[in-house]
């Protein structure tokens, strides 16, 4: 059974930084595209980053710059080093996992976190 499990939201204020986390029970999980999105009050679920089994990252450009995905393949971890937060970065955040291409749709995706709350305050 695959699991996907983040932490790491909360309440920050805006220009702070946090780190999510996302935990994965997922065999062989080093050869897995991971990727972030969020889903911010009344709006879609939107791509935030992915990386490739092999490291290769892709950002959208609101976030670029400001965050950092990365990922521990001897942890079976995911991460979401988030810099300089804006009051519109505050979203549920997702992660996701893929054994296919990975794009920056919801379609691209396989496996699902519950997601993890971060709200940026003023």
């Known amino acids: 059974q695959v699991q996907l499990v983040e932490s790491g939201g909360g309440l920050v204020q805006a220009g702070g930084s946090l780190r999510l986390s996302c935990a994965a029970s997922l065999r062989a999980f080093r050869s897995f595209h991971l990727a972030w999105f969020r889903q911010g009050p009344g709006k879609e679920r939107e791509f935030v980053a992915n990386i490739w089994w092999g490291g290769s990252t892709t950002y959208a450009d609101s976030v670029k710059g400001r965050f950092t995905i990365s990922r521990d393949n001897a942890k079976n971890m995911l991460s979401l080093q988030m810099n300089s937060l804006k009051l519109e970065d505050t979203a549920v955040y997702y992660c996701?996992?893929?054994?296919?291409?990975?794009?920056?749709?919801?379609?691209?995706?396989?496996?699902w976190g519950q997601g993890t709350q971060v709200t940026v305050s003023s």
């Open positions: 996701a996992a893929t054994s296919r291409i990975p794009g920056r749709s919801l379609s691209d995706y396989d496996y």
